[in-house]
């Protein structure tokens, strides 16, 4: 890929459909409001498990040029770190222990790889999920992909810190052995004593272990699909426990998954779209990259959350 040299201060955002993503629209009107003069932001997209190379080639452009300030990464989190790695001059903890980067930013003339999912889906997670859910309904845990995302969900999850309020038992499923063996590693370093299984899944798998959920259990679409790719992890006949929360951490595209949960409201379900995860996850970086303060709770975040729906429908 042609990089041409930033001619104003540039953020990155490194996808898959990135035209297609709603912060192309609310990027420049959060920008006006946070007084980023003359920001802007590109998008640089790559198939699904790109060449390490073309990896690398966006990294070092990034790191070499001026006003080329950072970037945020969705889909390519664990390949471009491992791709990437040793072009970083600074690694934060997250990023070393989740092996993966959301997040790039500079200071000075240091590049820095950051993990920021573990901050914005915490603070997407305790938007939605009602208080001592775990503690009192005794629920279980179904992330279905074993990518960033559910590493960092799951680890949020795990916290000694949070006492009762853990999930009873976790089940990650995946097709890709290879992810399934690290997320397994990095739980292993957290020393939780919250049971976890790691399974194999195709389709009909996913439905099974579905049904055999507790009682409001967590259910997470963290695939892609439905945003990325068309489709859902589950078939149309999986049926959800009662009173599951049902959370796509996509909030454009076809999203089956959530049409499938809000089919069972009548048992209970709760769909929830990825929505707020979304705006922690792109304020998160915004922060960092630009060495900004934006709050994470009260008006000011609301503003925020406004001035994106406003300028998604635009």
Known sequence: MAYQPATHPTLYFIGVTTTSSSIMKVFPAWAAHLGLANAVLNGIDFPIHADPAAYREAVDFIKRDPLSLGALVTTHKIDLFAAARDLFDEIDPYAQLMGETSCISKRGDRLIAHAKDPISSGLA???????????????????????????????YLMQAGRGANRPRRIIVADPDAHRLAEIRRIHGTIGSDIAVDYVASSGDANDRILAELRPGSLVINATGLGKDRPGSPLSDAAVFPEGAIAWDLNYRGDLVFLRQAAAQQGRGVTPVDGWTYFLHGWTQVIGEVFAVEIPTTGKEFDALSDIAIQAAKG
């Open 125 to 155: 997670i305790e938007s939605f999920l009602p208080a001592d859910h775990f503690a009192r309904m005794g629920a279980e845990v179904f992330a279905i992909g074993a990518g960033g995302s559910t590493i960092a969900i799951t680890w």
